[in-house]
Nanobody
């Protein structure tokens, strides 16, 4: 069982930066692939970024590639999403997810545990 708590969301102007963190409880955090997903009003939840359990593999959605960076600290049970050059279309609730996977997945259906989400609003 893994509990996830996101933090770091907020209101920022276009071009600004935010750093999202996800704190995980559970002693097996290092065994899980971790992902970030987001859901804008009226839209389906979509993949943003993912990182393997060992941090040697990362994936990004094309829409955030070059602007967002995912990282993890297995000693601290945390995963972070650094978001730079934010755009109004990045506005959404951002969710952290954990999946007990031997691979790194971009599919939300393959993740087992989810946080409650943190709101990110980017003004133009």
């Amino acid at each position: 069982q893994v509990q996830l708590v996101e933090s770091g969301g907020g209101l920022v102007q276009a071009g600004g930066s935010l750093r999202l963190s996800c704190a995980a409880s559970g002693h097996t955090f290092s065994s899980y692939s971790m992902g970030w997903f987001r859901q804008a009003p009226g839209k389906e939840r979509e993949f943003v970024s993912a990182i393997s359990w060992s941090a040697d593999t990362t994936y990004y959605a094309d829409s955030v590639k070059g602007r967002f960076t995912i990282s993890r600290d297995n000693a601290k049970n945390t995963v972070t999403l650094q978001m730079n050059s934010l755009k109004p279309e990045d506005t959404a609730i951002y969710y952290c997810a954990a999946g007990y996977l031997a691979w790194t997945s971009t599919s939300l259906n393959e993740y087992d545990y989810w946080g409650q989400g943190t709101q990110v609003t980017v003004s133009s």
